[in-house]
């Protein structure tokens, strides 16, 4: 059963946590309440996909992109039950977490404070009903601050992590086509053409449907048969 509907609000805690300590230094989690109080949300997410803009986390219950999340109305894990860690999260999330791999201390350090206060079932809220505090707070009622943001853009992503982005940020269809093209056994591209390919529909803000011209420079990047490559260019 995914983790949206299986995870303590401990276990969430925790396992971005252990992801900070294996160097996946730029995951975030952004933490409130459901409106009857019950349930408390969290949404697990890489820097880069907040571009440059943090505003939603200053008490937005809206994510401006898809990202692994759910709601529990469990503090601890049950009595005997296995506890769920950074390993199950990156089996169900992956290409999410691979591009959190890279440096942020001053988050890092930030975070400890969740970390602690989770220890006493004590959670962090960004959000919740009528709350219009100039700071985040844990359910105890202790203040905290806003999460320290350094923006993260696609220019400091290697290659590899392009692809993983892809899969996060493209349309169902292009991401089918993505992974059969790199799981086939034909020829195929360099990591750095295909990571080229999806920058360049990343700053057109077009999905990789839109580029199969660019594909065709790349030996054929993504293979779309003659039938879809006609509807495409029938549709522009």
């Known amino acids: 059963m995914k983790l949206m509907y299986t995870c303590s609000a401990y276990e969430i805690v925790m396992i971005v946590h252990e992801l900070h300590q294996r160097g996946y230094e730029q995951l975030r989690l952004f933490p409130g309440m459901s409106p009857n109080g019950c ?69 890092v350090e930030w975070y400890k404070a969740i970390v602690e206060h989770a ?47 892809a899969k996060c940020v493209f349309d169902e269809e292009s991401v089918r086509e993505l992974n059969e093209f790199i799981c086939c056994d034909g020829p195929k591209s360099t990591t750095q053409e295909v990571a080229e390919v999806i920058r360049k529909a990343l700053r057109e803000q077009k999905s990789l449907f839109c580029h199969y011209d660019s594909y065709e420079r790349f030996t054929e990047l993504i293979a779309w048969g003659d039938e879809e490559k006609e509807e495409s260019r029938v549709s522009e």
């Open 119 to 165: 220890k006493n079932e004590d959670f962090p809220i960004a959000f919740e009903e009528f709350f219009d505090a100039k700071q985040w707070k844990f359910m105890k009622g202790e203040s905290l601050q806003y999460p320290p943001f350094l923006p993260a853009t696609i220019d400091q992503l290697t290659d590899t992590q392009m692809i993983d982005m």
């Open 39 to 107: 349930s408390w949300r969290w949404a697990v997410y890489p820097k880069v996909l907040m571009k440059d803009n943090n505003l939603f986390e200053r008490h937005s219950d809206c994510m401006p992109f898809d990202c692994p999340y759910g709601s529990t109305g469990v503090a601890l894990p049950e009595e005997g039950e296995v506890m769920k860690t950074a390993n199950d999260f990156m089996r169900e999330y992956e290409s999410y977490v691979n591009l959190a791999k890279g440096n942020d201390k001053e988050y």
